[in-house]
């Protein structure tokens, strides 16, 4: 938890993410990936949570129960996450035989319009929570989820194994993916 504080104060003043110190709101800065892998010892439970698919649908994070997962908050009108969302397809295209599941939280979108649109013309198979009071973000309180974009990686048991603010390489989610599945379930 001290790591992820010291990464949240990072953040706050980097460039590359949404400022929300202004009363809550979500605020784009500008881009520089910044993330941290948590030792398999110090992980804590990720919150559970819920809501309403892009598209409608009702959806439970227990859908991921026992998989590795890839949390990505993300908006339309956030530049590096145009650039982001797309690439982590490529990467969820590579794993989702493998016991991966990726979920997008759209954020402070004006219109459900925007982000179906945006995730039709770019080919996004894996499905988004349609958020734009930010509410997941609020239950990752724990965690820089209020930057946008913001990444954050589960393990199989359900604890948070990496944060990333700003746009995340695919080289380096797919290590942090490969690290997860190479270690197996049933951890503390």
Request: proline share 5%; glycine share 12%; with cysteine.
């Amino acid at each position: 938890m001290t790591a992820a504080l010291a990464l949240l104060t990072g953040c706050s003043t980097g460039e590359g993410q949404v400022d929300v110190a202004n009363g809550g709101q979500f605020r784009f800065v500008a881009a520089t990936p910044a993330g941290e892998v948590i030792p398999e010892a110090e992980r804590d439970a990720a919150p559970e949570f819920g809501g309403t698919l892009l598209g409608g649908g009702d959806w439970t994070s227990a859908v991921l129960d026992g998989r590795v997962a890839v949390l990505n908050f993300w908006g339309s009108w956030c530049p590096p996450c145009r650039v982001e969302t797309p690439q982590f397809q490529e990467v969820y295209a590579d794993v989702r035989d493998e016991g991966v599941a990726f979920l997008g939280l759209n954020v402070k979108e004006t219109d459900e319009q925007f982000a179906q649109a945006f995730v039709d013309s770019e080919g996004i198979e894996f499905p988004s929570l349609y958020d734009p009071a930010g509410e997941v973000a609020l239950a990752f309180r724990d965690y820089p989820a209020t930057a946008i974009p913001s990444t954050i990686v589960l393990d199989r048991d359900g604890r948070v194994a990496a944060v990333y603010t700003g746009e995340v390489a695919q080289d380096d989610l797919r290590a942090v993916i490969d690290s997860l599945l190479g270690e197996g379930s049933g951890g503390s």
